[in-house]
């Protein structure tokens, strides 16, 4: 016999339905957090490897982090600065020289102790040569030494002068001692050539003439170099608008010069690569500072050329650094 429907009863079946339902719903939302908590630990995850990933590639710096992630990086660095605007292309965009002697460079190679041992034969590296200090025969005084001996000077085609300190260190050590600190000394601007054009590629654009760069194996067109690392920099065409990335050794002694040349120019508010004889009027016409930071670079340039077999070029910018700024170190460096 069927249980008669009373109102109690009624009452009872309605509030376990209600039961049921918030059972349904506390069970639906126990789903859906768990589902939103996967998401959020997978998602923490993958965020982590991609850390990960970026901090090795910066710490090995491997060539598929400096040629294809690096440049990226720096380009929206830039554009940030920039507030993604046009960058300014004037001297106040540029930051102040400073000079290579105060990076410690220098002190840690000259301090550095250097064995009077050969290297062993398989080291593909040669003796150096004995420096010529012995006392004249009969004599008290030594042999007077005023030449140094450039043969021995290493010479890396991407001016990565850090990873051979050793050579560089051999090369001064193998030097009469009397022109051992000066030598030190002009090797010391002439690393950080490099790290200095690095520097002002992220600040100002090289923008090429109509032949475009100038590298050891021919021209690429024009276009701008619109951010520089360690392995090279970006090139991007203005025929084509495609970008490539360009290694330092691959870019000739001209082409380095050039780039000195155009920066250089920016500091006394000329236009492009002017001709020499406006290079030299333009020391009497740019402000103060804008001539101290291009007699810095006059330098850099100057000593780079003389380092590499160019010493008539060389003495060129040395004597247009101690135009801009008769303080200059440039000066040390010319004969008297």
């Known amino acids: 016999m069927n249980e008669k429907t009373t109102p109690g009863n009624q009452l009872k079946v309605s509030k376990t339905a209600v039961k049921q339902r918030l059972a349904a719903v506390d069970e639906r ?11 959020e630990q997978a998602f923490l995850l993958l965020l982590g490897v991609f850390i990960v990933v970026i901090f090795i590639g910066i710490k090995q710096r491997s060539p598929w982090y400096v040629n294809h992630v690096e440049p990226v ?18 001297r106040a965009s540029l930051p102040t020289y400073t000079d290579a002697s105060e990076s410690g460079w220098l002190e840690d190679m000259m301090d550095a102790p250097v064995s009077d041992t050969p290297p062993p034969v398989d080291s593909g590296v040669a003796p150096p040569p004995v ?35 050793s050579q560089v260190r051999r090369h001064v050590f193998s030097q ?65 608008e495609k ?9 000739s002694l001209e082409q380095y010069v050039a780039f000195f040349q155009y920066y250089i120019a920016k500091r006394l508010d000329l236009d492009g690569i002017p001709s020499w004889n406006v290079f030299m009027k333009a020391g009497t016409l740019a402000p103060v500072q804008g001539r101290r930071d291009a007699a810095g670079e006059c330098l850099l340039a100057g000593l780079l050329c003389d ?13 247009l650094a101690v135009q801009y700024d008769p303080r200059s170190p440039a000066r040390k460096f010319l004969d008297p």
């Open 243 to 251: 970008r490539a990335v360009i290694p330092w050794d691959t870019v």
């Open 176 to 240: 009469p001692a009397s022109l051992r600190a000066l030598e030190a000394e002009r090797v010391t601007y002439v690393a950080s050539a490099r790290s200095h054009l690095i520097l002002l590629m992220r600040f100002i654009p090289y923008e090429t003439d109509a032949g475009g760069l100038l590298l050891k194996n021919g021209r690429t067109g024009p276009g701008a170099v619109v951010g520089a690392n360690e392995r090279g920099f970006l090139f991007v065409s203005h025929r084509t």
């Open 307 to 319: 380092w590499y077999g160019k010493p008539e070029f060389g003495e060129k910018f040395l004597r």
């Open 29 to 39: 939302k126990r789903i859906q957090q768990a589902r939103r908590r996967r998401i």
């Open 131 to 165: 420096p010529n200090d012995d006392p004249v025969p009969g004599s008290d005084q030594p042999v007077a030494a005023s030449v140094v001996d450039t043969r021995t000077r290493p010479r890396p085609a991407d001016l990565d002068f850090h990873s051979l300190k």
């Open 73 to 90: 990086v720096q380009n929206i660095m830039t554009a940030t600065r920039s507030g993604n605007a046009e960058r300014t292309m004037d």
